[in-house]
């Protein structure tokens, strides 16, 4: 009798450490990182837009070139921020990468309430392709963030639940990762558009 209690004893200790987080912790903070580095990807994606946008624009509007020069070194500023997996619990680090985006986000922004004012550039064709490339990088920026936040979340949510709570303590030290939030200023609120002078 004594010999199939201790043959089940690895069996009854293996579905006992599944039941705490052994498998679902790792698994989750690896979906983190994944959704992380797809956020990075679309940022990285608009920065590699941004080149050819400026040589563009460039060409078309010689007299824009204080916005230019002002997305390229918001570009340069966002580009230099990098958070890596191991950063994604560090709120502050977090803070200066969304910062540096926001500014090229709003530097973007200004670019593209000139070209409102700009007819002829707006309508050249190499610009409106440049321009859709842009936006749907936008999109997919903020598809990534969305992305990124809820597996943010089911982590945060597995960490702190039993019975995977235990796991995520004893075995790996868990801590919550920070979301990812945006920075620009009054960002709640729409903007204003007017098209007479």
Same mark, same amino acid.
């Given at each position: ?6 043959? !089940? ?28 580095? &797809?956020?990075? $990807?679309? =940022? ?6 941004? +080149?050819? !946008? ?6 078309? $509007? ?13 570009? $340069? ?8 997996? &191991? &950063?994604?619990?560090? +709120? ?15 530097? !973007? ?38 992305? =990124? ?5 089911? =982590? ?30 009054? $960002? ?10």
């Amino acid at each position: 009798m004594r010999r199939p209690v201790l043959a !089940l004893t690895p069996v009854v200790m293996a579905v006992a450490l599944s039941g705490c987080g052994m498998n679902s912790v790792p698994t989750a903070e690896e979906n983190v990182n994944a959704k992380w580095a &797809d956020v990075q $990807a679309a =940022y990285q994606r608009r920065a590699n837009l941004i +080149p050819n !946008l400026e040589a563009t624009v460039k060409g078309a $509007a010689a007299s824009e070139k204080s916005i230019l020069t002002e997305v390229v070194n918001a570009r $340069a500023k966002a580009t230099s921020v990098q958070v890596s997996g &191991d &950063d994604l619990s560090d +709120p502050a680090k977090m803070q200066q990468f969304a910062q540096a985006q926001g500014q090229l986000s709003g530097s !973007l922004g200004r670019l593209l309430a000139n070209v409102e004012a700009y007819p002829n550039l707006k309508s050249q064709d190499n610009f409106q392709t440049f321009m859709s490339q842009l936006e749907g990088t936008e999109n997919r920026i903020n598809i990534a963030i969305g992305d =990124y936040n809820k597996a943010v979340q089911a =982590y945060n949510i597995r960490i702190r639940t039993f019975p995977d709570a235990i796991g995520a303590k004893v075995f790996y030290g868990a801590k919550p990762k920070a979301p990812y939030q945006a920075t620009t200023v009054n $960002a709640e609120n729409a903007p204003t558009v007017n098209f007479g002078n």
